[in-house]
C-alpha cells in the first residue's frame, strides 16, 4: 500500500487520476473524467481498458486473463518491444510488456485529456536478455481520441535495431461481420502460409484464423463493426507496418477462453518484418497511434 500512497502523492490528480491495486493485485493508474475514462497496468504501461463517455468500452480483454507480476495480459494494447514476434529462445514481442514501469510524468492538458507518462530503462535483467542501453517511454492521452506515442531512445555506444508494437485488441461484436478497411492493395506476409508474400484485395475479412504483417501501411485503417454499430479508426506516425491478426479456434491459449476469438480483433500499429527501426547512440523513435471511435 506504501508504494500506491507514494504514487498517488507524487502523480495522482484530483477528481481524474488515481493509483491502486488492479486485478491479480497488479498496480494500476485509474483514470476517469467527464470525456473517458481508462485504466493502464504498469506492468508492461499496458492499457487495459480505453472507453470514451457515450461509448462501450473499445477494448477487448479476455476473461481469461492472467494478472500475475511477469506474465503477459491477454488483451488491452500489450508493447511488444525490443522484438515483435518470436526471437530464438527468448519468447515472444521481447520483455517491455512483462516489466514494471515507471511512472514519469502526469498532468490535465489544456483541453483536460489526462497525459500519463511511463517509462523503462535498461536494467541487468534488459542487457541479459538484449545487450543494448535504452530509455523507453510511453505517453497515454486519455480523451474523447486515444493517444499512445511510444518513443525509443539509443542512450549507449553502439546501434542497435528494434522491431515493435502497439498490439491494440479491440472489441467487436461478431468477428464474421468486421472488416478492417485501408489496406486494399498492399502486401502482406502471411504468418499462417509460412510467411508467403500477398496482396490484399478490398478490405479484410475474417473466416478462419488470420495472422498477417502489412507492408508500406503508413496510413489509417479502420473497424468496421455493423454489429456494435461503430467504426474505430487507428492513425498513426513512425510506423510502416500494420498487423491484423484474430487466432480463431485454430489457436489455443490458456489465457483465451473457447469462442473468444469471435468478439476481438487485433490491428496493431507496428515497426515488423521489414519495417524495423536502426537507432544510432543518441537517437530516437516515436512510434505513435491515435485511435478515435466514430
Ligand atoms: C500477434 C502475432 O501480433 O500476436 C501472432 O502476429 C501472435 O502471431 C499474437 O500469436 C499473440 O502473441 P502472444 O505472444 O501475445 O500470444
Redesign the pocket.
Known sequence: MQFIATLNQGFGIADCLQFENGPGGLPVASITTSQASAQVALQGAHLLSWQPAGQAPVLWVSTAAEFAPGK?I?GGV?V?WPW??PLADK???GFA?NLPWAVRASRRDADGQVVLCLGLQDSDHTRGLWDHRFDLELQFTIGPTLGMALTTRNTGSTDFTVTQ?L?TYFKVGDIRQTCVRGLDGCAYLD?VQAMARLQQAGDVRFSGET???YLDTPGDCVVDDPVLQREIRIAKQGSHST?V?N?WSE?V?A?MAPGEYQGMV?V?TCN?GPDAITLAPGQQHGLRASISVL
Open positions: 503477459p491477454r500489450p511488444c515483435f514476434g519468447g515472444m514481442h510488456r508494437a498490439h504468418k495472422d498477417r504483417v498487423v491478426w487466432p489457436k491459449m489465457d487485433c496493431e515488423a
